[in-house]
């Protein structure tokens, strides 16, 4: 294996060896998206045909704002004991450690999402009408997204005042074109009418966009002094 | 020797800009022939439009000299960076504003989600997240973050208008302006403010730089001083 494979899977294993053990994020996410749940549930009481048409919308609201649960204790576990610090001055390359983070928060999310994904079918009745299979590569590129994005301004946010609020503050603006392709594919695809495929080109264009910029610039945030 | 010539030229130039502006506005409330359907309101459209190219210019000139600091780490191209971007901010408000005023009356709504005006809305919520973290980070690092958030935001402008101009071109929408020409008296009054609201934004921008500039100066002979120990 090559240094950037064993760092990056060094720091990934023990991330989710960290989170499999305590177990925190991801209980206050399934918990916090629950919440997000009933409480639209109770904000819109929608019939069955209502529900195709908002589902999509609350489903991908209620996870960018779990995500961010989960994407501001990326940074702040490394902060104690000064092991940022440690790693900046290691030769390790910074991007094996950004992969590593974001990879991380990814399965966290998808996890969130395979718990909640169920529950939202029952509480709101929905079946797909369109074909169903399609949501998994939305949800696979829109969690992405999301994740990708989301991490790299966890670390941006890390050296300023009151970081857990300027986290959303940076990273929805960012989000719009991400998040509305998620939410016009997943409605589109749920109530059947047209294709998706266009959104989800363009999600796949967002993911390569800005991994790239994540990966070319993360470095320079990294060791920004 | 340039900065003291430029030093001088400022005022000066500040007089014509200011000239240029009270003509430009007699030009586009008193000369320019009133429209047909839309009445006087579409006066607007000489403050509007001139407003958003200017704003589009500023943000442009924000991203150039986040990049020039990124690359050579010049403290100059960050003032310049965060000057352009609060006063390309103002700018955008203004559009935002001044839409709303000429929408009501001519489309009969204040607001609709198409193309422009939503990709508009995202460029101002991006640069205002841009002046938010300027604003909540005060350390050194703050010219790289602020930097390469300037970068993300220039990155996500071509797919904000992809995907609006998608979603929207699929649903009904007001027409917009409608093909026919325009007035050469109006063309030539819009050319106008055009060229003076550009002056303007540049002079704001100018104005802007060169107090952030003095700001820092300050800021450094304050801390300089704290370090010796002198009673301020």
């Not at chain 2, 220039?154 to 208008?161: E, K, T």
């Not at chain 2, 403010?193 to 450094?220: D, H, I, P």
Request: proline residues 5%.
């Amino acid at each position: 294996m090559s240094p950037m494979h064993s760092i990056t899977w060094a720091t990934l294993t023990k991330d989710i060896c960290l989170e499999w053990r305590s177990k925190d994020a991801l209980n206050s996410m399934l918990f916090f998206s629950l919440l997000v749940v009933v409480i639209f549930s109770f904000s819109f009481d929608p019939n069955a045909e209502e529900s195709r048409e908002i589902a999509g919308g609350l489903i991908w609201v209620a996870f960018l704002f779990a995500a961010v649960v989960a994407l501001n204790q990326t940074w702040t576990r490394e902060l104690r004991n000064q092991v940022l610090d440690a790693y900046r001055v290691s030769p390790a390359p910074a991007t094996a450690l950004f992969v590593a983070k974001a990879l991380g928060n990814f399965i966290l999310v998808s996890v969130l999402e395979a718990l909640m994904a169920p529950l939202f079918m029952i509480f709101y009745n929905l079946r797909a009408l369109g074909p169903a299979w399609q949501l998994i590569p939305v949800a696979i590129l829109g969690t992405w997204a999301l994740v990708v994005n989301g991490t790299f301004f966890a670390a941006m946010s890390l050296r300023t005042r009151s970081r857990e609020i300027m986290l959303p503050l940076l990273l929805f603006p960012i989000s719009i074109p991400a998040v509305q392709s998620m939410v016009e594919a997943t409605r589109i695809i749920l109530s059947g009418d047209g294709a998706a495929r266009f959104w989800i080109v363009l999600l796949l264009t967002y993911d390569v966009v800005f991994t790239t910029a994540c990966l070319a610039l993360f470095e320079t945030v990294l060791q920004a002094e | 020797m340039i900065a003291s010539e430029m030093k001088r030229a400022f005022p000066i130039l500040a007089v014509i800009t200011a000239l240029l502006l009270a003509y430009s506005t007699y030009q586009a409330l008193v000369v320019a022939p009133t429209e047909r359907t839309m009445g006087d309101v579409q006066r607007i459209f000489y403050y509007h439009v001139p407003s958003a190219w200017t704003a589009f210019c500023l943000f442009f000139v924000n991203l150039i000299a986040s990049i020039v600091y990124l690359v050579r780490k010049n403290p100059k191209a960050d003032a310049l960076a965060v000057s352009s971007a609060e006063v390309g901010v103002v700018f955008c408000t203004i559009v935002l504003i001044t839409g709303p005023i000429w929408a009501r009356p001519v489309w009969g709504i204040w607001w609709t989600w198409d193309v422009r005006l939503t990709s508009t809305l995202v460029l101002w919520l991006i640069y205002v997240s841009y002046l938010m973290l300027r604003r909540f980070s005060d350390s050194a690092q703050t010219p790289v973050l602020a930097a390469v958030l300037a970068i993300f935001g220039a990155l996500d402008v071509p797919l904000v208008y992809f995907s609006i101009w998608f979603f929207r071109t699929q649903h009904p929408q007001p027409v917009i302006g409608g093909g026919g020409s325009l007035d050469p008296r109006m063309l030539h009054v819009f050319l106008l403010n055009l060229f003076t609201f550009s002056c303007f934004g540049a002079m704001l921008c100018w104005a802007r730089y060169r107090l952030e500039l003095l700001q820092r100066e300050v800021e450094e002979v304050e801390s300089l001083q704290s370090l010796r120990g002198v009673p301020q």
